[in-house]
């Protein structure tokens, strides 16, 4: 039978902001084990939590950014259970009432658009880390990120295949990057991913049975997974038999999904309104206050700089592809550069020195605008294309502005006539032979003494000048 | 309401993580019914249409700013616990189930 | 040191007099309690953690700047003394419990600080039913505490080591916690007075939670002019707590000599009735009496779901505790059960030993209200009686400015003699209850003795943060009441 996979996604994403989400402990990640804890996120007695403004905003960022709908009043819940991953053996987190409901995102498979819609999006906190390699033979707890904030995002059942799965990720995550709400590092944990799979006969609109998988640390895990999982469901359905409801862990060495034993009550989380905080209001104003601060969105910023600089729909994916990459361009842009050119430069030798030294482009020492004094000195032939190569690479070592480094190093291409004119004499005479083929009809024998021009001026001889000169020159008997 | 059977003072010990003996469970079992059957005159009254209250006070947000305000010392965190090596707070080995 | 024998049983602002005026010192009167405390605390036993070196050490401290002319604050050189739910970076922080022994706290609650910060001697933590679930301190699993006017009746509880402190003079003021009554019903079994703020009044960062949306913080004291003391140091907003209210605090001090003959006091009749002790009732009465004498108007009011209260309470307090208890699982501090082999038995042997069988049971019958099925019958059902009676205090409080009701429906009961019923411990709440579930303040003051020379208390409830009025009305009786409620027969 032909069957139709049904896929929806819960994406856990840590916010990034400065402190954790119910007290002042840093949020931040790598510190040596429990050393970011206070009273409050060690669940100590008698402490109180307090909601963090930043992580409230940055939720509404992201739910506007998915075109949710913003709850004018929500409130957050205790969920209850046991696990020493907790702190206070139950998680604060929102029930019946998230913060952000109703959205969509728009990807792109196969050159279509499909709409996924949002079901919520809704703020809690992050568990501790449980190690189990002391070596003692005990499982060890570190509470640094336990309390970081975490914003679930979960869609409908509206994905397809792990392509659409894939893509919808990758939309996510650009957004998350757009609004700068978080590292969405995959292998730090920092954003995690948890599919949950049906398939059902093709034309049916019954859902089937679900699993769902947990512990996958990267995208082309999750598609992986999924595409497990799909066969796995077939092959039971194909042999009669019926899936069950469960949870699934990701095992990426074996490329196999586990199933987690789980006992029933665990999942009787005897959910109740967090009474130690207040009520969450978003009237329109705070709301309308956040919407203002949102960055132009991927989507919207691509067709802009696409039809905008006339740059192919490739070029103007690349180039917006993070919005710290599209705000180069755009700088570059500003400061005087010729889009096609400086999109040229940012996504071949720019892009190439970056990836090199895993370099994030905002953090690396060239600006725009000596990108864009760059690109001008070739536009004037100050510099020729082959010295800018160089002239880029000096400058990405050293922050240096171009204009400084071709004075410094005499990168000034030669455009006198009458200089290069001598110099390409002294080539002729010290090379007859080649002189001799190409006025006997051997024209290959020009390259040679292009090259030994070149040679000559140590490469700073202007091109198109070194060949008019050589060919008046062999032209002459 | 429904009475209260073994079977749940049973599920609910499994969710309260509580050890109970057949001494305990009867004892429950009984004190638990009891109780319950006091607070089943709350359906004498019909509460359609009732906000259920969850705060007294009418207030809303509330929130800290996000500043970095600081941490416990590691020993101070560990000083309490029963059994820690020093960095980590140790637990029995956790199996591989949630 | 003769001298200090008749400190510990002066009043907080005598003792504050005493020493602004050079008669005696902080150290003097900390010497003075931690005497009376060798003395009489064998019989009470209200102390579980007594701080004698740090006491002196801080009242010398305190007189060293006394004498440098410097003002230590409001309640400089006061003893004062702790329900062991508070969280201390001094002593231990137990509950009363087995699950907390030797817990030393890493931080300091809100309150503790602020009564530090007012130069107080703080002289240690006292007794509670364990983790302050009960009614008569039975529920400690360290000591009974006994009543100082029948050393064989129960102090009341929870906080029945801080209300028999106070009323023995072995602390000048105590605070406690009250989730259902569990400052006043101990305050009118021991004679003493005891306040529960409205809700949201005084920050509970630091008090080891039992029921978050109905816990508040309280003092225990031996008349209306330290109620005010106390309350001036330790009411009002904490950037820690977002429950805490952000409203001014007015000075409480000024409440005190006022006139009441613009009062109007409700009597609300669903408390008068048959259920009520007939010496109880008349104490009341007496006392309803004084005030009207004094030009209070008296009327009728009714609070018509007073009769729910119990029921409420007894599925939203156990509920919230359900999950607050939750935290104790022997992981990072605590009791932890030697035998565990596994993550689970860590949990369950830990809480079965270190959790005392009341402590159980409402966790048990928390978690079975909050469980798959049943929240909407019961969690969600009380919370929406909850409104009622919150709706019930709103419209009486468009008739009266207070109301006043028996604090408790008998006195004193004694040890051992409800332990096994805890239905009828859990009665003894019903006056007390729905203040806590309205959210509003009440204090219990002494009114009289019964025949038998226990304690009676009478219930002054008021608009929600309006203690000023309560303690005022409060007040006005204390003057005027014309007896001398006396000290407790210890000697």
Redesign the interface.
């Known amino acids: 039978m032909e069957y139709e996979p049904v896929i929806g996604m819960e994406v856990h994403v840590e916010i990034s902001t400065k402190s954790k989400v119910f007290c002042g402990c840093a949020n931040e990640f790598d510190a040596p084990p429990n050393t970011h804890v206070c009273p409050i996120c060690l669940g100590m007695p008698g402490v109180l939590p307090m909601l963090n403004r930043a992580m409230v905003e940055a939720s509404i960022a992201v739910g506007l950014a998915l075109d949710c709908t913003i709850s004018r009043w929500s409130k957050m819940d205790r969920k209850n259970y046991f696990y020493p991953d907790q702190s206070k053996n139950y998680q604060i987190s929102q029930y019946d009432l998230p913060l952000c409901h109703d959205g969509h995102l728009d990807i792109e498979v196969g050159g279509e658009t499909r709409r996924i819609r949002i079901r919520r999006a809704h703020m809690e906190e992050d568990t501790a880390r449980n190690v189990h390699t002391l070596g003692s033979g005990e499982s060890g707890v570190d509470f640094n990120r336990c309390g970081v904030p975490l914003l679930e995002i979960v869609t409908e059942p509206d994905l397809h295949s792990a392509e659409e799965a894939h893509a919808y990720l990758t939309a996510l995550k650009q957004i998350l990057e757009y609004l700068d709400v978080s590292d969405c590092n995959m292998e730090e944990g920092s954003l995690r991913a948890e599919p949950n799979i049906s398939i059902r006969p093709k034309g049916s609109e019954e859902l089937g049975t679900k699993s769902e998988v947990k512990n996958i640390a990267s995208f082309s895990g999750v598609q992986k997974a999924i595409e497990f999982e799909i066969r796995r469901h077939k092959k039971i359905l194909d042999e009669g038999g019926a899936v069950q409801q469960e949870t699934r862990g990701w095992d990426a060495d074996k490329g196999l999904t586990i199933g987690q034993r789980l006992k029933e009550s665990a999942h009787d989380y005897r959910y109740f309104p967090e009474p130690d905080l207040v009520p969450i209001v978003v009237d329109q104003a705070w709301e309308d206050t956040i919407r203002e601060t949102l960055p132009e969105l991927p989507l919207p910023r691509r067709a802009r700089i696409r039809e905008a600089y006339a740059l192919s729909e490739f070029d103007a994916g690349v180039i917006t592809a993070t919005k710290p990459m599209a705000d180069f361009y755009e700088a570059t842009l500003s400061a005087g550069a010729p889009p096609k050119q400086a999109a040229n430069w940012l996504m071949g030798d720019f892009q190439a020195l970056l990836s090199d030294s895993k370099t994030e482009i905002q953090e690396n020492k060239i600006s725009p605008e000596q990108l864009a004094e760059m690109i001008a000195l070739i536009e004037d032939a100050t510099i020729s294309g082959k010295i800018a190569k160089d002239l880029l690479a000096e400058m990405f070592d050293t922050g240096k502005d171009p204009k400084a480094l071709v004075e410094e190093k005499g990168l000034v291409q030669i455009s006198d006539a009458g200089e290069l004119e001598a110099m390409i004499r002294e080539v002729m005479e010290s090379h007859p032979g080649p002189v001799a083929d190409f006025r006997s009809g051997k024209h290959k024998a020009k390259g040679f003494l292009v090259g030994q021009v070149m040679k000559l001026t140590k490469g700073k001889g202007n091109p198109q000048l070194v060949n008019k000169i050589l060919d008046e020159e062999l032209e002459k008997t | ?1 429904a009475r ?1 059977t073994l079977e ?2 049973e ?10 003996d057949d001494q ?1 469970k009867q004892r ?1 079992l009984k ?2 019914g ?3 059957a ?6 004498e ?1 019909d ?1 359609d249409g ?8 009418d ?14 010392d ?1 020993d ?8 820690t ?1 020093g ?12 | 040191m003769t001298m200090t024998l008749d400190l510990h049983s002066r009043t907080a602002h005598e003792l504050r007099d005493a020493l602004r005026s050079g008669e005696t010192t902080a150290v003097e009167i900390a010497q003075s309690y931690l005497d009376r405390i060798a003395d009489v605390d064998s019989r009470v036993m209200a102390y579980l953690d007594l701080w004698e070196e740090y006491a002196l050490e801080e009242a010398g401290a305190l007189d060293e700047r006394l004498a440098k002319g410097e003002d230590p604050g409001p309640l400089a050189g006061i003893p004062i003394a702790l329900k062991d739910n508070f969280c201390t970076t001094h002593g231990t922080t137990g509950c009363a419990s087995r699950i907390l022994r030797n817990f030393e706290s890493p931080y300091e609650g809100t309150v503790v600080t602020r009564l530090k910060d007012a130069g107080a001697v703080l002289l240690g933590k006292l007794n509670m039913d364990e983790f302050a679930m009960g009614s008569s301190t039975e529920n400690s699993s360290v000591q009974p505490t006994h009543n100082p006017w029948d050393i064989d009746r129960v102090p009341g509880g929870s906080s029945g080591g801080a209300a028999a402190s106070v009323a023995a003079d072995e602390a000048a003021i105590a605070l406690g916690s009250d989730t259902g009554g569990s400052i006043r019903q101990p305050a009118a079994f021991c004679g003493c007075i005891g306040m529960k703020p409205t809700y949201g009044r005084v920050s509970r960062y630091g008090l080891v939670a039992f029921a978050s949306s109905l816990d508040q913080i309280g003092p225990f004291t031996k008349d209306v002019e330290d109620l005010a003391l106390i309350m001036n140091v330790i009411c009002g907003r904490d950037p820690l707590d977002a429950t805490s209210a952000d409203l001014p605090v007015p000075d409480y001090s000024e409440s005190l000599g006022r006139e009441v003959s613009d009062i109007t006091i409700g009597l609300p009749k669903e408390f008068y009735t048959d259920a009520l002790n007939d010496e109880m009732r008349a104490k009341v009465d007496a006392a309803v009496a004084v005030l009207k004498e004094q030009g209070a108007r008296v009327i009728e009011v009714s609070l018509p779901h007073t009769d729910y209260g119990i029921a409420v309470y007894y599925i939203i307090a156990p509920a919230e505790a359900s999950a607050n208890l939750a935290r104790f699982d022997g992981v990072r501090y605590g009791f932890r059960h030697p035998d565990a082999k596994t993550v689970e038995d860590l949990y369950k042997l830990s809480k079965s030993e270190g959790f005392g069988r009341e402590v159980q049971r409402r966790i048990m019958l928390g978690t079975y209200v909050l469980s798959s099925g049943y929240y909407d019958a019961y969690y969600l059902k009380a919370q929406k009686v909850r409104a009622l009676i919150r709706q019930d205090f709103d419209r009486a409080f468009e008739q009266c400015d207070v109301i006043i009701t028996p604090t408790t429906p008998t006195a004193a009961f004694k040890l051992n003699e409800k332990i096994d019923d805890p239905l009828q411990m859990y009665l003894n709440d019903v006056y007390t209850n729905s203040a806590n579930l309205a959210g509003v303040p009440g204090v219990s003051i002494p009114c009289g003795l019964t025949d038998t020379g226990l304690p009676a208390g009478m219930q002054i409830i008021g608009k929600p943060f309006d203690e000023e009025t309560i303690i005022r009305v409060a007040h006005a009786y204390e003057r005027n009441r014309g007896f001398d409620p006396g000290k407790p027969p210890l000697e």
């Not at chain 2, 960095?87 to 949630?98: C, K, N, S």
């Open positions: 309401m209260i749940d003072v599920y609910v010990a499994g969710l309260a993580q509580l050890t109970l305990a429950l004190e638990m009891e109780i319950l006091y607070v089943d005159k709350l359906n009254l509460t009732i906000e259920p209250m969850m705060h007294v006070l207030i809303s947000n509330v929130f800290r700013e996000d500043v970095v305000t600081g941490s416990l590691r101070a965190a560990l000083r309490n616990a029963p059994k090596d960095e980590y707070f140790l637990v029995p080995r956790i199996l591989d189930t949630e």
